[in-house]
């Protein structure tokens, strides 16, 4: 058995060699290339499976630098307000301060974890009365692959003509309504860390609505250069591609996409089946307003102390001795000291969940005696404590 039993580690196809190695021999070892507007072609045609509309893509060298172009792309300047879900990693909200604008967080519903929409049409009522003026964008996010109600949220946008940045760099092959998260949205971001869906060891992509805007993004990722022999600048640019190195990493991993997809439902479905019927032992399944598949990035545990006999940060601690890895769920950012002065609207969910949850060991090589091992460790834990 394989020791330490991690909770999200990369797994190579096999294939991502030969991709680099034709990198080399074609001398294509700097930024785009080949590989580059393969892995974007790839990347296209999987999408294009399960979506309303044709979508355009584009490589960037992470998750981060996709949801800060795409507020670029949106116009979002100092001073405005762009809303974010509060139950998230701070990757969600750091782009909107890289723009000087404010982030106004809004708190979750507790079918998916994910933006309330009935909180985030209050949010929008109360800063339009506060301020004058309506937030410059939306940010959802699909936490742990699980999509929000983004049929409901996109229809409070709507109404106020606000557009959507789906934060989908946990939910990539996550089905909502029939199509894909990242495709849901005015613009969808996707990410490559190394913890997630497929790694290009670090990497991202702005899932574009045109290819005039996919074009924009591409300009802006690369400096903004304009079209003049020399170097002519008349906007602030980025440098923001994937390296054509990365790329090819990426498009080994499209190759198995699919099959760590399915690993993942799997893994989560063994722990809702074995761990059913523990006392105070919980783990998640959506409810949700529309039907959805979600790719499970991670299985997530909540534990009801009083019905337990323990807390999450007790069988955590246990879980370690046995070196098996956990992570409580993310803090959310209306609670982070960076984010304190950021308006707000909580009902107390993600706080709540933050107090009780914990992530498992979850990704492709998470074996299934590996698997076993987690599962036995927590019956006895709580079997123990009862
Ligand atoms: C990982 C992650 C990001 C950032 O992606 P990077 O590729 O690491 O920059 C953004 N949002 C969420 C919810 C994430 O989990």
């Given amino acids: 058995m394989s020791r330490p039993i991690l909770l999200s580690l990369a797994h190579m196809s096999g294939k991502e060699e030969q991709y680099i190695r034709e ?39 992470a998750g981060t630098a996709a949801i800060h172009l795409a507020l670029v792309m949106l116009d979002v300047q100092p001073g405005d307000e762009v809303i974010c879900q509060s139950f998230t990693f701070s990757a969600s909200a750091n782009p909107i301060c ?39 964008a939306i940010i959802p996010v699909h936490l742990y692959g699980t999509p929000a109600r983004m049929n409901e949220i996109c229809a409070v946008a709507q109404k106020y003509g606000i557009p959507v940045v789906e934060d ?6 996550s089905v909502y309504d029939g199509r894909y998260c990242g495709t849901l949205g005015t613009y969808g971001i996707l990410s490559f860390n190394g913890n997630k869906m497929i790694t290009t060891s670090g990497g991202g992509a702005l899932i574009c609505p045109t290819k005039e805007a996919a074009d924009r993004v591409k300009f802006y990722a690369t400096q903004a250069r304009e079209k003049f022999p020399w170097y002519q600048h ?42 059913k019927g523990l006392p105070g032992i919980e783990v998640m399944q959506p409810k949700a307003d529309a039907e959805t598949h979600p790719n499970y990035w991670l299985s997530t545990l909540l534990v009801h102390p009083e019905e337990a006999g323990i807390g999450y940060q007790k069988l955590a601690d246990i879980l370690k001795e046995k070196q098996i890895e956990t992570r409580p769920l993310w803090k959310p950012l209306h609670l982070q000291p960076v984010f304190k002065d950021a308006p707000k609207y909580i009902n107390g969910i993600s706080e709540k969940k933050f107090k009780e949850g914990l992530c498992l060991p979850s990704g492709p090589m998470v074996s299934r005696d590996d698997q076993s091992f987690i599962i036995e460790t927590i019956r006895q834990t709580i079997q123990k404590n009862n």
């Fill in 23 to 61: 990198a080399f021999e074609t001398n294509w070892v700097v930024p785009l290339g080949p590989n580059v507007d393969g892995f974007e072609k790839d990347l296209e045609n999987w999408l294009s499976a399960k979506a309303d509309r044709k979508l355009h893509v584009v490589a960037l060298s």
């Fill in 98 to 136: 890289y723009q000087g604008a404010v982030p106004v967080f809004v708190d979750s519903e507790p079918g998916s974890w994910n933006m309330d929409p009935v909180l985030l049409e209050e949010a929008i009522l109360d800063r339009q009365k506060k301020t004058g003026k309506l937030p410059k």
């Fill in 168 to 173: 989908s760099a946990e939910a990539q092959g």
């Fill in 234 to 275: 008349e906007k602030i640019g980025y440098n923001y591609r994937l390296s054509n190195i990365s790329a090819g990493i990426g498009r080994g991993q499209m190759t198995v996409l699919d099959a760590h997809i399915a690993h993942r439902r799997a893994i989560h479905a063994r722990y809702v089946e074995e761990l």
